[in-house]
């Protein structure tokens, strides 16, 4: 009745059209594509790195621990540590030359194999051959990807807003990493704290079966899934609506929570096109030029589908807050009727 009384928002927009916009967005702004150009580029020129001799030291390690700790044991030893060590290695990324590992911002190359360049040029190859030296590259490299994605992804929300960007917008980024690096503490705590009843429950049901403790796991991951779903667009909100970390949080949990499937949907699809095109990407040989193609249309893809995210968040957002107002409107008016006739 209340709803029927007032004159509802504009309805928001729906997640094809989120995602339209969002690559008109990139269409029309190729400078947002910019960044992940250039570090795509700047990986493929540049020095590549080798983690392998410190990742041999690290599974090395770990291989004869395990070997000790069989001989000591009176148990029988179901794994070889020979395939459990290889596959640590392979988790690891111990392969010889690699494009540098840059986590937070789109790239096509970042982690993978490194392969010769289509010209007479070899770029140097910077080696970790300590564990010291590892990790701490490993935390420089974090720390560099998470400074450069949230920049990238200012740029971006900044032209969904109003079209343009700032000197006076780059004040908060400092603060804006800051409290991300604080979520992802928090996160891990959570999900640390979600995961660590089934991986008890799954050790006593490898006791019965083993596919019976592989799915006691896949149970807890998609609880975390499930979780981190509620956290999608606390970087939207941050960014569109100027909010701390939790207030962006409360945010994003009740924009997911009063769209979920819409959600769901906008999230599966832009999924899915990573994956389809990723495969189309990689069939650039990465020691050809095709591989200049692969990261053109992979730095447009990605700058569309970030921008429809934003485009998705602002409107739906706006249309929780005006249909909010527009009934507590309504309810004030009816309150205050009541109590003129009483």
Do not use: C
């Amino acid at each position: 009745m209340i709803a029927e009384s007032t004159n509802a928002p504009p309805p928001p927009i729906g997640v094809v059209e989120s995602l339209t916009q969002g690559f008109e967005t990139a269409a029309s702004r190729l400078g947002l594509l910019l960044l992940p150009l250039l570090l795509d580029l700047f990986l493929w020129f540049g020095p590549r790195a080798s983690f392998a001799p410190a990742i041999h030291t690290i599974v090395d390690g770990f291989q004869h621990n395990m070997e000790i700790f069989a001989s000591e044991s009176k148990a029988k030893v179901p794994t070889s540590w020979d395939e459990v060590a290889q596959s640590l290695e392979l988790q690891l990324g111990g392969v010889e030359t690699q494009y540098f590992p840059l986590i937070g911002v789109p790239t096509v190359l970042a982690a993978r194999q490194a392969e010769p360049l289509p010209f007479d040029y070899s770029p140097s190859v910077v080696i970790f051959d300590t564990l010291g030296g590892f990790f701490v590259a490993r935390v420089a490299i974090l720390a560099g990807g998470l400074v450069l994605g949230t920049l990238y992804a200012a740029l971006v929300a900044q032209q969904v807003i109003d079209g343009r960007f700032t000197l006076a917008d780059f004040t908060r980024l400092p603060m804006i990493v800051a409290q991300l690096v604080l979520l992802g503490l928090i996160a891990i705590a959570i999900f640390a704290v979600v995961i660590m009843p089934f991986m008890l429950l799954a050790a006593l049901a490898s006791m019965i079966s083993p596919g019976l403790s592989q799915f006691v796991l896949l149970l807890g991951q998609m609880l975390i899934l499930w979780i981190s779903l509620f956290g999608v667009f606390t970087l939207p909100g941050m960014l569109v609506n100027k909010r701390n970390l939790f207030g962006a949080l409360w945010d994003s949990i009740r924009l997911v929570q009063w769209n979920l499937m819409s959600t769901i949907f906008l999230l599966t699809i832009g999924f899915v096109i990573n994956i389809a095109l990723g495969i189309v990407w990689s069939l650039a040989g990465l020691g050809s030029w095709l591989v200049l193609a692969a990261i053109g249309g992979h730095a447009f893809v990605t700058t569309g589908i970030m921008a429809s995210r934003f485009v998705f968040f602002k409107d739906r957002y706006r249309y929780w807050r005006e249909l909010r107002e527009q009934l507590l409107a309504e309810l004030e008016r009816r309150r205050e009727q009541g109590s003129q006739q009483a």
